[in-house]
């Protein structure tokens, strides 16, 4: 079984940057596709950015292109989340998660971080 733990998450002013990182242990997850996911109050979850097993393809969402930066360390058994040029609209609980191989879905997830950025 495995489990997620998120850290690096806080309070920065706009246009301040953090760097998010997800611990992984119980297993290797080198075969799962890994993504952050974000629930702002009042709204759903929604997928940040996302990385295949190799790295060999990564998704942002357009609010996030060009600012965020999704990598992972397989040897470290880590997936990370930078972020810069924060703005108060990425305020947000950010949850990491994992879609193992042949899951439609992603279905194992920390219990998150709050990133709170100010104007």
């Known amino acids: 079984q495995v489990r997620l733990a998120e850290t690096g998450g806080g309070w920065v002013q706009a246009g301040g940057s953090l760097r998010l990182s997800c611990a992984a242990s119980g297993r290797t997850i080198i075969n799962d596709e890994m993504g952050w996911f974000r629930q702002a109050p009042g709204k759903e979850r929604s997928l940040v950015a996302s990385?295949?097993?190799?790295?060999?393809?990564?998704y942002y969402s357009d609010s996030v292109k060009g600012r965020f930066t999704i990598s992972r360390d397989n040897a470290e058994n880590t997936v990370r989340l930078r972020m810069n040029d924060l703005k108060p609209e990425d305020t947000a609980v950010y949850f990491c998660a994992g879609r193992p191989r042949g899951s439609g879905a992603f279905l194992f997830w920390g219990q998150g971080t709050q990133v709170t950025v100010s104007s």
């Open positions: 990385i295949t097993s190799r790295g060999g393809s990564i």
